[in-house]
C-alpha cells in the first residue's frame, strides 16, 4: 500500500508534510541531494525539501538511487523545478550498490566535493 501511495505522489509530483531540518541551506556553499527514483521522478520528501528551500540553494550535487532505470527521466525535471542545471549527478542501481560495484563512480563524485 506504501509503494502505491509514494508512487502516486511521485508521478502526481505532490508535496507533503515533511518535519524541519536542523541545518539552514544558506549556510552552505555545496548542497548535496539525494534520494530515490520513484516512478522515474523524484520522491515526494525530497521534492517538498527543494520547494521549501531552493532559493536558498548555492552549488547542488545529486545523487540517486534507483531499481533498474528512471533517473534520466527524473534529472529533467528535477532541473526543472530547481530552475538550473545539475552538473554532477551520481545514479546507483540497486544491484550495484547489493554487489558493491560503485566505488569508481563514487570516487568520481567526490572529486566534485573536495
Ligand atoms: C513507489 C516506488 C517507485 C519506484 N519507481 C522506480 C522506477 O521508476 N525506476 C527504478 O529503477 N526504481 C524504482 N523504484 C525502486 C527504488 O528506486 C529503489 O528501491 C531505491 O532507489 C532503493 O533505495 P531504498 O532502499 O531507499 O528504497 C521505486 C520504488 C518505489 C518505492
Known amino acids: 500500500m506504501q509503494y502505491l501511495i509514494c508512487g502516486k505522489e511521485a508521478i502526481q509530483e505532490k508535496t507533503i508534510d515533511i518535519e524541519n531540518t536542523s541545518y539552514d541551506p544558506k ?9 530515490p527514483i520513484w516512478a522515474a521522478n523524484i520522491s515526494s520528501p525530497l521534492r517538498t525539501y527543494i520547494e521549501k528551500n531552493k532559493s536558498d540553494f548555492k552549488k547542488v550535487l545529486m545523487f540517486f538511487t534507483q531499481g533498474s532505470s528512471g533517473a534520466d527521466k527524473a534529472i529533467v525535471k528535477l532541473q526543472k ?5 545539475i552538473s554532477t549527478c551520481l545514479t546507483l542501481t540497486s544491484k550495484e550498490v547489493a554487489k558493491s560495484q560503485y566505488q569508481n563512480k563514487l570516487d568520481d563524485f567526490l572529486k566534485n566535493i573536495v
Open 27 to 35: 549556510n552552505y556553499d555545496l548542497i548535496i541531494l539525494g534520494t
Open 81 to 85: 523545478l530547481l530552475g538550473k542545471n
